[in-house]
């Protein structure tokens, strides 16, 4: 079957869906994807951002469609022609879905640990605008704890069903999902239940923003401070195969290997994830590349470099050890211990 997107014309195989033959001709033609994930079955049709306008339906039938198609759900007709980033309507309707994505989603960015590897992020630097014409409250939730490894922040989700779809297609016993419906639908798990499945971290990886995220790496970086480097170990549950995201010689968090529409190569187990940070754990292969428009980019150092040593006062970098002691009270004693001590002393 012949398609033709902007332009650009390749064979594919029946079944291929615009979304999957644009992202075969690569480049600035390939629509944004905030729900569909390659590896997740019946995924897509829920975000709208990758509208794209068909301008001839096939060879058969020639008509354009009227209204603009979700590349993800919408199957290639041979002879077909479709316009996306050439298209004044796709890039109108684009800015649209951005700007009702952000209408709940909360400007956070400088404080959550998705910045800098977020599609929402890359969504809005590309088609967002700078102002909002949202005056109405924007949804709040009550904090949920959902368990010991994944961070839930429910006011980022924009509701694309990837983390209900990898729970379900790879764990074998669910317990969250999308609870209630329009405006008060939320992800949560059935009566409070925890998330603690063999391979739930992977709910990490497919969130595209930053409601679900690493509690083990909260707070403790920005990733484009993070080196990603390709490691694997011998594990019996999964295929071992990670990137591990370094800080000196210190491994602040373990992830799937994504690829360069930001979807994971293969799924990893918790235990890869979660319990090995210590770097003997692993066999290091060597940094890893980022091909996307990505801010871990700014540090670049695939090309050749030397290792680096910081230069500079130790009081820069821990401040006085004189200060580190008094906020670290080691000298006060804590209530009730004193009169425990005293005690001890007299007898
Ligand atoms: S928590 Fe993340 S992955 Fe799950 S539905 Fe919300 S945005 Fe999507
Ligand atoms: S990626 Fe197609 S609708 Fe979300």
């Not at 064979?11 to 033609?29: D, H, K, N, Y």
């Not at 993800?72 to 996306?84: A, P």
């Not at 409070?192 to 709910?203: C, L, V």
Request: aromatic share 6%; proline share 4%; with cysteine.
């Amino acid at each position: 079957m012949k398609v033709t997107i902007d332009g650009q014309s390749i064979e594919v195989e029946p079944g291929t869906t615009i979304l999957q033959a644009a992202r075969m001709i690569g480049g600035e033609s390939v629509p944004p994807a905030m729900c569909y994930y390659s590896k997740l079955k019946g995924s897509g049709g829920k975000c709208r951002c990758c509208l794209v306008e068909v301008t001839k339906g096939s060879d058969a039938d020639t008509r354009p469609m009227p209204k603009l198609m979700a590349s993800c759900v919408t199957g290639v007709m041979d002879g077909m022609e479709v316009k996306s980033i050439t298209s004044e309507r796709v890039l109108d309707a684009r800015k649209s879905v951005t700007e009702f994505l952000l209408i709940n989603h909360p400007l956070d960015c400088p404080v959550c640990d998705q910045a800098g590897e977020c599609d929402l992020q890359n969504l809005s630097f590309k088609h967002g605008s700078a102002n909002t014409r949202y005056i109405e409250d924007r949804r709040t939730f009550e904090p949920e704890n959902i368990g010991d490894n994944i961070q839930l922040h429910m006011n980022r989700c924009i509701l694309c069903y990837r983390c209900v779809m990898t729970a379900d297609q790879l764990t074998d016993n669910r317990v969250h999902g999308v609870l209630n419906r329009g405006d008060h639908a939320q992800i949560s798990t059935y009566i409070s239940k925890a998330i603690d499945n063999e391979f739930s971290g992977n709910m990490i990886d497919v969130c595209p923003v930053g409601a679900l995220t690493d509690k083990t790496f909260r707070f403790k970086s920005r990733v484009w401070f993070n080196k990603p480097y390709n490691a694997h170990r011998d594990c019996d549950k999964c295929c071992g195969k990670t990137t591990l995201w370094m800080f000196g010689d210190e491994i602040q968090r373990v992830t799937a290997r994504k690829d360069e529409y930001h979807e994971v190569e293969e799924f990893i187990c918790n235990e890869c994830r979660f319990e090995h940070k210590d770097p003997a754990d692993w066999v290091i292969e060597g940094p890893r590349k980022f091909e996307k428009n990505s801010v871990i980019n700014q540090n670049n150092y695939t090309r050749d470099m030397k290792p680096v040593k910081i230069e500079t006062e130790k009081n820069i970098l821990l401040g006085r050890d004189e200060d580190r002691k008094k906020i670290s009270m080691s000298e006060v004693p804590l209530k009730g211990q004193e009169k425990k001590e005293f005690k001890e002393g007299n007898v």
